[in-house]
């Protein structure tokens, strides 16, 4: 009952969300003609199994990595380091853990979610796997959907969630996302530092926990 619950929130804000971003799109379509401003077209993100690679190849920002996946990694950094927030470019990866991320699509793609297409991975030596991608049933590690999470941090900062963004809190902390991004086996060899071994235990062992008591609630 819970999960369904859940699911049924998140359809609506996705929802409202989407109402209002497209009332949004159409007032700013008629400024836009009113005004005579022309149209910008904007290449297709192209997003497959080969999009995503070793995170520390990405340009680290804070906790965080990022990349384009157009090659304009500078638009994105920017929007990454703007302290007031701003709204990332088109093509911006955004990936706190090898297993999560967040790709900028095309305007107009998802006006809801500015855009952002979210994906869970499964990833090992070779490379990645997607498991699932979209807008609604992609979910964190505990079970939490991602663009619920992300829904707060709107704006100003373009759905990026921080410690200060809003955005609901998760279970984990910066050293077991560390843990997780130096020991990304697309990477190769994993560069443990002190205590990451440790703070990929307590990781386990709260997924473990948190699957354990989601089963017992479904079934009982």
């Not at 999009?51 to 965080?64: G, K, L, Q, T």
Request: aromatic share 8%; proline share 5%; with cysteine.
């Amino acid at each position: 009952m819970s999960k369904y619950l859940n699911h049924m929130t998140t359809v609506m804000l996705f929802t409202i969300a989407s109402l209002t971003a497209h009332a949004n799109t159409a007032d700013e379509e008629q400024q836009a003609a009113a005004n005579n401003t022309p149209v910008i077209e904007t290449l297709a993100v192209n997003v497959d199994e080969n999009s995503f690679s070793c995170i520390r190849e990405m340009s680290p920002v804070r906790h965080f990595y990022v990349d384009n996946l157009l090659g304009d990694i500078e638009s994105t950094l920017a929007a990454a380091n703007n302290p007031k927030g701003a709204k990332y470019p088109t093509g911006s990866v955004v990936q706190l853990v090898p297993t999560e991320v967040m790709v900028k699509r095309e305007p107009g793609t998802s006006p809801a979610t500015g855009d952002w297409e979210f994906f869970e991975l499964q990833v090992d030596e070779k490379g990645s796997t997607i498991a699932k991608r979209g807008f609604v049933d992609v979910n964190n590690r505990f079970d939490g959907n991602c663009f619920t999470c992300h829904a707060p941090a709107r704006e100003p900062w373009d759905f990026i969630c921080e410690s200060d963004h809003g955005c609901e809190s998760i279970p984990i902390d910066h050293s077991m996302t560390g843990a997780l991004q130096r020991s990304d086996p697309r990477c190769g060899e994993a560069v443990p530092q002190s205590g990451d071994w440790m703070a990929l235990f307590k990781l386990k062992a709260m997924v473990t926990v948190g699957t354990t008591m989601k089963w017992v609630k479904e079934t009982f």
